[in-house]
Nanobody
């Protein structure tokens, strides 16, 4: 049974930092790309950042470039999102995603999310 468990969310003041963690279990993470998505109240879920299976092929949404850094540690089955210079508009539930395509089959796993609130 696959599982993705996010942690590290919380309340932070504007300009502050948080590091989100995603612990994967129940599948071989080495074969999967990982991504962080977020959903703010009343808005659709949007992609924040993604990282390829080997740690390369990293991409960021324009809104977080230069402030957020994604990384992974396959040995620990962990994926991280370091978030610096946080803004109120970063407030959202952040979700971890693992995805892989094998032939015609797509595997797509999601965590339950962790709340990030940026407010003074």
């Amino acid at each position: 049974q696959y599982r993705l468990e996010e942690s590290g969310g919380g309340l932070v003041q504007p300009g502050g930092s948080l590091r989100l963690s995603c612990l994967a279990s129940g599948f071989t993470v080495d074969y999967y790309a990982f991504g962080w998505f977020r959903q703010a109240p009343g808005k659709e879920r949007e992609g924040v950042s993604c990282i390829g299976s080997s740690g390369g092929d990293i991409n960021y949404a324009d809104s977080v470039k230069g402030r957020f850094t994604i990384s992974r540690d396959n040995a620990k089955k962990m994926v991280y999102l370091q978030m610096n210079s946080l803004k109120p508009e970063d407030t959202a539930v952040y979700y971890c995603n693992a995805a892989r395509t094998s032939g015609a089959v797509r595997y797509d796993y999601w965590g339950q999310g962790t709340q990030v609130t940026v407010s003074s």
